[in-house]
């Protein structure tokens, strides 16, 4: 078998082994950097709730976080823009990375329903177990209508793109993108004020830990949906998308929504329903 033979049966871009099966995908150590960043910030979450040196749990959660960044970027790059890039995707592709999206989605539900189930179960006994803070005010109620209309944008945006548009396209991703960056904006002033001027933090008992684990992790999940959403930007910007090719904007719209939908589940649940009988 000559050299170039041995590349067109493999032709694969590191880190994969030569003989890894035609056909059943590149091996990438992107998912494992992910993993290995997602476990840090619960370890440093850990440490921080039991008040084992604060300093280096915030450093551990800090440099994880990073790492989780890092290894989604890359596992975005590897599955969703490398090969859409040179335009050698087919549609039995793009159908799987459809249903690898949902398949994420589902895992993500996961996530957040281990999250809820420890809400439920701690707002099920005495209630409320420690002073609250007022949480549902002017600033919350403006976050959620900033996300709901990104939501809008984005739809509209496809649609636009779906009609061959492409200056609304681009306006409705570029809207969408700034809506975002307010929101998270509006979240992290919401954590200054309760942490800095309220005093309430992740270490204020066991609706402390709830509050902050839930509203931490979709704050995450809204950034990496940001990215997402640049990434795509970026994309159309050099003319990569059209009515008929857009499967990148599909997955990442379905990503946002999606996001869009456990943050008014959060504030119904968590913000309204802590000061039900409070």
């Known amino acids: 078998m000559t050299s170039e033979e041995g590349h067109d049966d493999h032709g694969h871009h590191l880190p994969a082994v030569e003989d890894w099966p035609r056909g059943f995908g590149e091996a990438s150590w ?13 370890v440093g979450a850990a440490l921080y709730i039991m008040n084992i040196g604060q300093s280096a749990a915030l450093g551990v959660a800090g440099a994880s976080i990073a790492v989780f960044l890092l290894g989604i970027v890359g596992w975005l790059y590897h599955a969703f823009i490398k090969g859409f890039w040179e335009r050698d995707r087919s549609e039995h592709d793009e159908n799987k990375l459809r249903w690898g999206m949902l398949a994420f989605l589902g895992s993500e539900l996961g996530t957040f329903g281990a999250l809820f189930g420890y809400y439920f179960f701690i707002r ?41 548009n ?11 993108l700034v809506l975002g960056a307010i929101f998270i904006g509006g979240q992290v002033y919401e954590y200054y004020v ?14 402390g830990s709830a509050f902050f684990g839930l509203t931490g992790l979709h704050g995450l999940h809204v950034s990496l949906g940001a990215v997402l959403l640049g990434i795509v930007f970026v994309r159309a910007l050099r003319g990569q998308y059209s009515a008929d090719r857009h499967v990148s904007v599909s997955t990442a719209s379905m990503y946002w929504h999606f996001v869009d939908a ?16 409070a």
């Open 30 to 42: 992107w998912p494992f950097v992910t993993a290995v960043g997602g476990a840090g910030i619960y």
């Open 124 to 164: 099920a006994g005495t209630w409320p177990p420690q002073e609250l803070p007022h949480l549902v005010g002017s600033l919350v109620l403006v976050n959620t209508g900033l996300l709901v209309l990104s939501s809008l944008t984005l739809h509209w945006a496809e649609g636009a793109l779906q009609k061959g």
């Open 166 to 176: 492409r200056r609304n396209f681009l306006l409705g991703l570029l809207v969408t």
């Open 194 to 207: 309760f942490i800095i001027e309220e005093g309430f933090t992740i270490t204020s008992g066991i609706f």
């Open 262 to 277: 456990v943050w008014i589940f959060l504030v119904v649940v968590l913000y309204v329903g802590a000061e039900i009988g």
